[in-house]
């Protein structure tokens, strides 16, 4: 050992010279007087000594003034200057793999160093990270992953948890599970860095750290609210009352009918705020919208006039608009592109910011464009802190963002766009004076943001749990009611039951809340519990190719476009994959396998565009197949490659396979004379969204549909489905007593052992056409 700390010093010498090297370069003290200038720089020396000499701190401060990139900095740059730079490792989570991505090569640069030198990166499908890596950026759910196999974080000194007033989920995890690692790992330093002030909650969490606050220094934003943008731009909004198209009526009237039900106080404030201020561009929308799951009230009409107003009539400067998801920024983007000023590149450079975009994309977004030319970048709500885009003066902010929130009672999640908090307002706001005092246009009338809450609620608090009831189990933080009772906020107790007889009956948790091998073997899956049971029944049964399609299209996202414009020619175009098959998911696989035949002669993009696909998504969900191949075969799920897709074009038994991962997503189908009367337990009728291939058709010969994602809004739709038969139910539905079925489940001696078994794949035609018979008497 000797001999291997003498390699360490080595190392922390170079390390030490390097750094000084660069920081005698020319350009190196050109950044370092950048850095310099940070308002963090001043509070530089105490934080480092706040950290030394305690093992949790606070560290709040106004966004853009050096949180993020320079505070990790500031601790490696000190490790290195004591000759300890090789033995240091620190980890810093970002809630998003953008600003993971995008932080490390600024950081990096900053450094006068490539990626995955001293500085690197890791996310999910990508990373970069070399031997010397000391300070690593990664997402929450990286490290998370992390300390499945390394319990105790072995050789980390520093864990940095950044952005924690969002509140995600991931992080507030994190944040328990670090509470508990603390006492065993007594040198271990773990600093919490948040942007809003609500820095004594995360202090008291950890016994009175102490908190620091950085003084940042912004410049003055001007709010302009929607009675005065609509002054001062002379755009006319028509009155409720004048409405009488059908369409719009009844989108408005729903819409109050939700907002009487939520019955907050912020309801009464909004409604009048709705009756009075018309968002006109609302109404015509309103249909797709409601069939597109995205209904919100921005107005496209609104947004353009105002990005008209400011490039004609304001200073230079770039425009950062914040909308509610990737649908709206598309079809925004579109429109815009057919404006005739807002459209023309020498005069406007627009761009759209999201969550897995390329780097070379990314980059265009921090740069500066040319003289002359206006940026107008649009984003959701992850440039409200993650990212700092700097020449920013003017921002547009719609007052929503796309929510997700969870229905216990129902056991149903339901995704609204809803009004942002106070917090959230005054930090797209603050977008606005980075470097020169701006404008902020929100597209809402004062009476409504004074509604708004102060905070959003921890997601915590508004999501299903069952991916994390498995982490828990398998991190082996004991009972998962116990654990996540020390929560920050802790979730309501049938929302955790929920989650864990979810896990009980898809057969990962035994009846004393232990992890079974297949809730072992689905933890190790970077996907929720049911994709992960898919992809193992996938590997099992011998049709693993066209399963890591699906499973890798419902974690990614849909790549079938729906332009609302085009909305007829697209779907007609998806209604082809499908072949009249009643299935979403085979529609998805028969898509993308076109589409890699279609790369292979080099005719990818030209296939997309045919077929209204993305190629992006396409893309993401092949290198996410890669990936769940690797870890499928690492571990042992997948024993012989050449065998593993034997059964691949067997399409009944991908049905199965599907059945074996998303029940119990099913629902009931029975046709009627004008109509499909389709039920769920919990919820009862159902509507299927329109995007699904079984949307258009008048007849499902199949007595069941399987689902992924079913949502309220408004009455609860299935998003994506599946046909399959009674026999299939029976064969692959999980350990379910419903009448019955339990019977035949009791009769087959449990499906799962049975089937564990790769050589019975062939079996179970032979036991399918008895059980068909079976049931036909
Ligand atoms: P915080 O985390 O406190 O919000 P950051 O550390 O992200 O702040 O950013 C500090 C400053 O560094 C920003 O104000 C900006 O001036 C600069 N900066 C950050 N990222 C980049 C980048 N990719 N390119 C250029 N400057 C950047
Ligand atoms: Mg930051």
Redo the contacts with the bound molecule.
Sequence with gaps: SIIAEGIVRRRSLEMRNKQQYWHESMEGQKMQEFRRS?P?FKERDALLNLISRNQVVVVS??????????LPQYILESEIEAVRGAACSIICTQPRRISAM??S??VAAERGEKIGESVGYKVRLEGMKGRDTRLLFCTTGILLRRLLVDRNLKGVTHVIV?EIHERGMNEDFLLIVLKDLLPRRPELRLIL?S?TLNAELFSSYFDGAPTIH?PGFTHPVRSHFLENILEKTGYRLTPYNQIDNYGQDKMWKMQKQTLRKRKTQIASVVEEALMTADYRDYGPRARESLSCWNPDSIGFNLIEHVLCHISRNERPGAVLVFMTGWDDINTLKDQLQAHPLLGDPSKVLLLACHGSMASAEQKLI?DKPEDGVRKIVLATNMAE?SI?I?DVVFVVDCGKAKETSYDALNNTPCLLPSWISKASARQRRGRAG?VQPGECYHLYPRCVHDAFADYQLPELLRTPLQSLCLQIKSLQLGSISDFLSKALQSPEPLSVQNAIDYLKMIGALDENENLTVLGHNLSMLPVEPKLGKMLIFGSIFNCLDPIMTIVAGLSVRDPFLMPFDKKDLAESAKAQFSARDFSDHLALVRAFEGWKNAEREQNGYEYCWRNFLSAQTLKAIDSLKKQFFHLLKDSGLVENVERCNTWSRDEHLIRAVICAGLFPGICSVVNKEKSISLKTMEDGSVLLHSNSVNAQEARIPFPWLLFNEKIKVNSVFLRDSTGVSDSVVLLFGGKVSRGGLDGHMKMLGGYLEFFMNPELAGTYHCIKRELDELIQK
Excluded: H, P, W, Y
């Design positions: 940070l963090s401060g106004e966004t853009g003034c050096g949180k993020t990139t320079q995008s932080v090569e600024r950044d860095m942007a950085i921090f802190t700092t700097n980075r």
